[in-house]
Nanobody, 125 residues
Framework: VQLVESGGGLVQAGGSLRLSCAAS????????MGWFREAPGKDREFVAA????????HYRDSVKGRFTISRDNAKNTVNLQMNSLKPEDTAVYYC???????????????????WGQGTQVTVSS
């Protein structure tokens, strides 16, 4: 599985961005997917996850109510809609996929086998 993120950029606090992740592979609909982020000097952290069907989602507490993860299995894409952005959301955001034997969500980076190259999100105050 190859993953390519897009949609990052610079936005003012309170603004919105929509990240997209395009996945290759014929078995995308069986991969649980996740978004992680890594800020300078900090460890990579879980942001959101979605199971293979798209009916199950999970978020880190600090983004609940602001971020929404979704997927379109027909288009092999997973998205992260980010609203009410805060300066502390500034980070490189990574799309990740679990191996297709795992259809349920994971919340640790070690549970994901495939990673994109990352896209920078910068929120100015």
């Amino acid at each position: 599985v190859q993953l390519v993120e897009s949609g990052g950029g610079l936005v003012q606090a309170g603004g919105s961005l929509r990240l997209s992740c395009a996945a290759s592979g014929r078995t995308f609909s069986r991969n649980a997917m996740g978004w992680f982020r890594e800020a300078p000097g900090k460890d990579r952290e879980f942001v959101a996850a979605i199971n293979s069907s798209g009916r199950g989602t999970h978020y880190r507490d600090s983004v609940k109510g602001r971020f929404t993860i979704s997927r379109d299995n027909a288009k092999n894409t997973v998205n992260l809609q980010m609203n009410s952005l805060k300066p502390e959301d500034t980070a490189v955001y990574y799309c990740a996929a679990r191996k297709n034997v795992f259809t349920e969500m994971g919340i640790t980076s070690g549970e994901y086998a495939y990673w994109g190259q990352g896209t920078q999100v910068t929120v100015s105050s």
